[in-house]
Each structure stands twice: as C-alpha cells, then as structure tokens.
C-alpha cells in the first residue's frame, strides 16, 4: 500500500487500541527503559483499506543503539 507511506495510520486505530495507548504514561512506559510488554485485545474496525480484525496485541519497548526508544 504505496499510497500510506509517510501516513499516520491513528485514524484506523480501534477504540481498544486508542484505550491502551493513552494509558501508556499511567503505566511508566515512556519512563522507563525496558518497562514491561503490554497485552491486550484490539478489537476491530469497519476500515477496507487498513482492516483491524479482533486480535491479541503485543507492546514491547525497545531500546536502540543511540539509546532511544
């Protein structure tokens, strides 16, 4: 899909989705390292182009070699 290079995908984001990354910062996720990995079902979307179908979703935070994350 050439045409969604460069392009937020947030507005295909399920309302589980958007649920679990607003509770990132209560977590400590952006302050830590390494916090720990984030599970959680993603519901779904009616999208045709970027299609959420009901899934389990894995969070992890990983550190790069800049010392980012």
């Known amino acids: 899909m050439a045409q969604l290079m460069g392009q937020s995908l947030w507005r295909y984001a399920t309302e589980a989705i958007a649920q679990q990354e607003a509770a990132l910062g209560a977590l400590g996720w952006?302050?830590?390292?390494a916090p720990p990995g984030v599970e959680f079902s993603t519901g779904t979307n009616e999208s045709i182009v970027v299609p959420i179908r009901p899934s389990?979703?894995?969070w992890t935070r990983m550190t790069l070699s800049d010392g980012t994350a």
């Open 30 to 33: 952006h302050d830590n390292l």
């Open 56 to 58: 389990l979703c894995r």
